[in-house]
């Protein structure tokens, strides 16, 4: 199971820039575990009593590279408003298209590596097809919208060395805030 430590942080930062390299399949055993254990971490964040137990922040995305594992994969588990979780399990993605809106996350994002507050947004895409593959090697092409299209670019950022702190503006957090949609 991973726990809370295991999740690089900012003063990781020369493994969090790398570039994380294309998964081969068919995926090793030692893979398959750890995209499970990342789901099931997320899961549990989410769940606020567990979460305040064991001293975790809640996630809904997790990179392998945020492990220190430099391959392009990542998870997704989204608590919906009924209890349930929407669910994705991500293997080298490619963004194919994306919507002129963009979009912020209005309250701010957030991310298991950087464990402080940062003012600013963060200009997303509202809606984007993404083309990957699941666990299994086939081939998944999906419309993506509003917290998943931002989850998504979150974590294909992350796959490739950027963290969203990289996408404020340094003089002006809130620059163009009038021409995007906070969500």
Do not use: W
């Not at 090793?28 to 305040?52: F, G, T, V, W």
């Not at 503006?169 to 969500?183: C, G, H, L, S």
């Amino acid at each position: 199971m991973i726990k809370e430590c295991d999740i690089l942080t900012e003063k990781d930062a020369k493994t969090l820039r790398e570039v994380s390299k294309d998964v081969i399949f068919p995926l090793s055993e030692e893979d398959i575990l750890k995209i499970n254990d990342m789901i099931m971490y997320l899961r549990l964040s989410q769940d606020e009593e567990y979460a305040e137990k064991n001293n975790i922040r809640a996630g809904m995305g997790l990179a392998a590279i945020q492990l220190g594992i430099k391959k392009r994969f990542f998870v997704i588990s989204y608590k919906k408003e009924d209890g349930t979780f929407e669910e994705y399990k991500v293997i080298n993605p490619k963004i194919l298209s994306h919507s002129e809106e963009e979009i912020y996350v209005e309250e701010g994002e957030g991310c298991l590596s950087v464990t402080r507050y940062v003012e600013g947004i963060v200009p997303r895409y509202a809606r984007i097809t993404v083309e990957y593959y699941d666990e299994f090697g086939n081939k998944q092409t999906k419309r993506v919208r509003e917290e998943i299209a931002v989850a998504f670019q979150h974590e294909i950022d992350h796959l490739n060395g950027i963290l969203f702190t990289d996408k404020i503006d340094k003089k002006n957090p809130f620059k163009n805030q009038e021409n995007m949609r906070a969500i």
